[in-house]
């Protein structure tokens, strides 16, 4: 599975805008929230219990599917492009069901360890997404805009468009630890605990991943800004 190199990079990843909770520092009310509405509609059974009827009747797993999979895929889209994230998200689940008389029925909540299978997934591309992410970076601000677009809307997503890029060259550059962590915040809407489950490392080494992460994306991203400010000056 690789990145389909035929999209254009520019409209690979449509929603690679970080959230507000990104440079406010804190992911926990954002992954309060997620759960509670996932609980909310399906307050039947919790995902433990689901999973332990699954046991007797494997049917019973496609609720599983259900509640997650939109939030899988758009991870894994975040990370590998549209197109691999079908696959990513799929083999997830497939995954997760063949192991699920494995899962710690203790825990109510399945949504750290099936963005941790997702994750290990997503490993095996590494080198597809930093590519990814290297082409987004280089494309043009103009190229996402149709050419009878009004000029406001242009505009528009000339803005989106360079930010985009801007973040995506950030990206690029973190180390791949970091880059996980980051993006389980920012597209998985996990909390830190939730992040130390889904990567198996201690709560105090996700938070330095995120401090460094944070750090050096902004960095990049006032490098750059500063850069093309003086360029506009010359």
């Known amino acids: 599975m690789r990145v389909n190199s035929d999209r254009p990079p520019d409209r690979a990843l449509p929603d690679l805008v ?3 909770s990104f440079r406010a520092g804190d992911a926990g009310d954002a992954g309060d929230l997620a759960r509670g509405a996932v609980q909310g509609e399906f307050a039947v059974a919790s995902d433990a219990g689901v999973i332990r009827l699954s046991l007797r009747d494997p049917e019973r797993f496609a609720e599983i599917f259900h509640r997650y999979f939109a939030a899988i895929h758009r991870y894994a889209s975040a990370r590998l492009g549209a197109d691999a994230a079908d696959d990513v998200a799929a083999e997830t689940f497939l995954v ?3 192991r699920r008389e494995r899962y710690d ?3 109510r909540d399945a949504r750290a360890w099936l963005f941790g299978i997702a994750t290990n997934l997503i490993r095996r591309h590494r080198r597809d997404e930093v590519r990814l992410y290297r082409a987004l970076g280089r494309a043009r601000d103009a190229s996402a ?3 009878g677009a009004a000029e406001a809307d242009f505009a528009d997503a000339g803005l989106v468009v360079d930010a985009q890029r801007r973040l995506a060259g950030a990206l690029a550059v973190l180390k791949a630890g970091d880059r996980e962590a980051l993006l389980l915040v920012a597209y998985g809407e996990l909390s830190y605990a939730e992040v130390s489950d889904a990567l198996g490392i201690p709560p105090g080494t996700v938070g ?4 460094r992460a944070r750090r050096r ?3 990049v991203l006032d490098t750059d800004v500063a850069s093309k400010g003086r360029r ?3």
């Open 18 to 20: 970080l959230p507000a």
């Open 96 to 98: 997760a069901f063949r």
């Open 105 to 107: 029925l203790s825990r």
């Open 145 to 147: 805009t149709g050419a």
């Open 208 to 211: 330095s991943r995120l401090n």
């Open 217 to 219: 994306v902004r960095e």
């Open 232 to 234: 506009h000056d010359g």
